[in-house]
């Protein structure tokens, strides 16, 4: 996936993402990577608390990074955006 071999592509994520149950967008794409050998960097969306008014910061960071407040979301090194898990699903099984 990465252009850049020396480059990961970035997955935004909600708090609790990798616990969740097994059907959450965010866990399956995280597991998706990671089945398929795709290295990543993982940047948390709005930590802090489960309940969304409750959490630090918001997810103004993540619409400057993305250009929106989709989570899961996955920027690849050159710049692509793919803001929804099927997206991110079917990119990832391109790549296999
Ligand atoms: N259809 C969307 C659903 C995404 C979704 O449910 N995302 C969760 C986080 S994994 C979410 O935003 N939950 C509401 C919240 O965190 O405020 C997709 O598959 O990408």
């Known amino acids: 996936m990465p252009t850049d071999p020396q480059a990961s592509p970035t997955l ?3 708090h609790g993402d990798d616990g969740a ?23 948390i ?3 802090g608390h489960p309940t969304a008014f409750l959490r630090r910061g918001s997810r103004e960071e993540l ?6 407040t989709r ?3 996955l920027v690849l090194p050159h710049g692509t955006v793919h803001g929804d898990s099927r997206a991110i699903l079917d990119r990832v099984a391109r790549q296999r």
Do not use: M, N, Y
């Open 71 to 73: 989570l899961p979301t």
């Open 12 to 14: 935004h994520v909600r």
């Open 21 to 43: 149950v097994r059907f959450r967008s965010c866990r399956r794409v995280q597991e998706a990577l990671r089945a398929a050998g795709i290295p990543f960097e993982k940047v």
């Open 63 to 68: 619409r400057t990074a993305t250009g929106d």
């Open 45 to 47: 969306a709005g930590h």
